[in-house]
């Protein structure tokens, strides 16, 4: 099948409208400077907003939820309670690079996780061009495009009065071969337009990152390595009040823990994400406790970033999407850490 479509902008509002009858679709909409995540049934009736940069919830969060039992799960003998399969609008790309993190944990590690998978397959993604940034964005420094390049079925990128469909695998091929009245063929003008804004988003965002001064990817898994009794995970913790935020907000961040809760008469097996700087994250139930510092778990969140996952996967552990900047009350900055780290 072609790979190239175009869609008119008009036209998009229909298309999600479509989409929404065999799937629970979720599309961002525009709180102050946030784009958050709304069910598409909720908004009904007004048009569809195209995103410039990333929304404020992570898309594992449509994959594993912050709190949710399993013990459910395997009772009704592996059927998911979701009534409908999940689509979701205008992701970016920082997302996507992380679902590759997150496919790594859960689907190919020693154990398969059946629930992850069973969402993974059936999740829609209609990715999108970044055409703007946040202030935090900092994809680039960490070899990532604002244009997504994998993990998506369709991408939208827009130029005037419409968009460049690309085709990313045969769920999105099925897609738009059922929608076709919807997209035409893309013309090579069409196709170069959108190239065009993919290289102007890419100097923009360069140039603000000059401004930020991060060190060169290539120098951040030596920089980790070399800096690992370094001051500097005890300077940048000294505010830290271990809320676990950061890694809650992280596309990247994988950690669960599974507990028993009692309900009623029985007690459940719940899972509820994990955070790699709780005090207690490391804590075994003999009493020891490896990451018994703020300033341990610190480096250990940045060692699994920068060191193990590009030793493991080819890829850091850290997307670039900024989301744990804005999310820390206590102002603690990755890239600032990065930075430090860099000068040590
Ligand atoms: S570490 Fe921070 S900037 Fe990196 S992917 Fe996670 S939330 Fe985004
Ligand atoms: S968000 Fe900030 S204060 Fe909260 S755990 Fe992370 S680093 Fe600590």
Redesign the pocket.
Known sequence: MQQNFYLKRDQLSSVLSEISRSHALFVPQKKDDDYVYLPWAQIQGEEAIYNEYRGVE?IKSFLTHSKESVSEYFQSSGVLSETKPVAVFGVKN?DLS?LTLQDYVFEQGVELDPIYKKRRENLLIISSDCTGFKP?C?CLA?GNKPYPEKNFDINLSPINNGFVVEVGSPKGETLIRKLNQYFTAATTGQIAGSKIKRDNIVNDLNRHLATVNMPPANTLQKNIQEGYESNVWKEQMLTCVECGA?NF?????HCFLLADEKKQDRSERIRVWDSCLYANYSKVAGGANPLNTRAKRLRNRFVK?FDFFPDNLGQF?????????E?CPAKID?REVLKALAKK
């Open positions: 992570p920082c992380s935090t900092f960490v950061c907000i992280c596309p990247s961040c970033k552990g850290c997307t670039g999407c900024g989301r744990c900047i999310a990755i």
